[in-house]
């Protein structure tokens, strides 16, 4: 079966076959064999190509957000239109808690530029710190979290919006 990702402004397409008790993955350059065991409600173990990997994974929508690590992967199973139109129009970041944790460190505040790339918070998450990252250029428009927070899974942290977007 054929899929697509969207991961930031670049399109993915890759194929899944079912294969023993998991799949194997064909992108245009690369194959893997996959299996992929859930450990608890957003834990999983990934068997990719014969190494273990452990990661957590939260969908919400077309949103899937993957936190291997340290480092937070966020990939937008893309509409039709989103196929045709890949420019993201909102101009606006919006930061989240990749799990539970604990914020460490925020390093921006409200009113600060920042640059695509740009670590904005620090977060600790299963023994692990993770600097979130900023998908854009702009500013930092709102911050929902202080050090020392306690923060849920999908916990709005830092909004960021692109100097010449709409709010």
């Known amino acids: 079966m054929k899929y ?8 993915i397409n890759f194929e899944l076959f079912p294969e023993n008790n998991g799949y194997r993955i064909e ?25 273990t990997y452990t990661i957590a994974l939260k969908k919400e929508g077309k949103i899937i957000e993957i936190f291997y690590k340290g480092e937070t992967f966020i990939f937008e199973v893309p509409s039709t239109r989103d196929k045709s139109a890949l420019e993201n129009a909102s101009g606006i970041d919006k930061i989240v808690a990749p799990m539970p944790g604990r914020v460490v460190k925020v390093l921006k505040a409200s009113g600060d530029k ?23 250029d702009g500013t930092v428009t ?13 916990a709005h942290l830092i909004t960021v919006v692109a100097d010449d977007a709409e709010e």
Request: hydrophobic residues 35%; glycine residues 8%.
């Open 4 to 11: 697509s990702l969207k991961i930031g402004k670049e399109l």
């Open 27 to 51: 992108t245009d350059e690369k194959k893997f064999k996959s299996e992929l065991i859930k450990i608890d409600s957003n834990l999983y173990s990934m068997i990719l190509n014969g190494k």
């Open 114 to 136: 920042v640059n695509e790339g740009e670590g904005v918070i620090i977060v600790e998450a299963m023994k692990m710190e993770s600097e979130l990252k900023s998908s854009i």
């Open 142 to 154: 709102e911050v929902s979290a202080k050090d020392g927070d306690t923060v849920d899974l999908g």
